[in-house]
């Protein structure tokens, strides 16, 4: 597993999805998982620490587990499987472990405000991480392709990622590098 910072939150141009973008810690490849609008906000309320009058759904979720003596020890982003990603979140709870399967984006909304870590099974950024050109912003070509494990991914496996990487290409990245404070 490698552990991933929240970079930030983007919208495409072309279609206003959205798109969280997770950054290796310790290297410059990036992940970039589709989420949807609520989800978005969600994230970016918490870090950007707004204050809202009444809690959010991710707020009462967190003030559950809390209640029941649990604790959020990280959240994992663990698989991708026909374009969509899976994750769990890790909970620590009576002296042992439970994971429980959970959307990307719900468990990023809970990363954040129980300040848990982020991590990626090595195989999904395999699949679907990215360099980004640090002039352009753009996706590394040689990157587009994906290599799994040494070997090149089926004819399959690319029309599926082609459509993944046309919306990368669709986002405004141009300051991406510019982390806020």
Known sequence: MIEMLIDSIRVSL????????????????YLPIWIGPAEADAIAV???????????TH???????????????SIVVSELKNDTFY???VLSVDGGQMEVDSRPSDALALAVRANAPIFAEEVVLDRAGIMLDKETGKPIPEMEAGEV?????????LKKMSAFYDFINTLDLEDFDKRKS
Not at 46 to 56: A, I
Request: no cysteine; hydrophobic share 35%; glycine share 6%.
């Open 14 to 29: 072309m279609n206003y999805q959205r798109v969280v973008i997770l950054k290796e810690k310790d290297s410059d490849r």
């Open 46 to 56: 918490k870090l950007q620490d707004v204050t809202v009058p009444r809690p959010l």
């Open 59 to 73: 707020d009462l979720l967190r003030s559950v587990i809390d209640v029941l003596g649990a604790t959020i020890s």
């Open 87 to 89: 994750a769990k979140i």
């Open 149 to 157: 494990g040494g070997k090149k991914p089926s004819e399959e496996e």
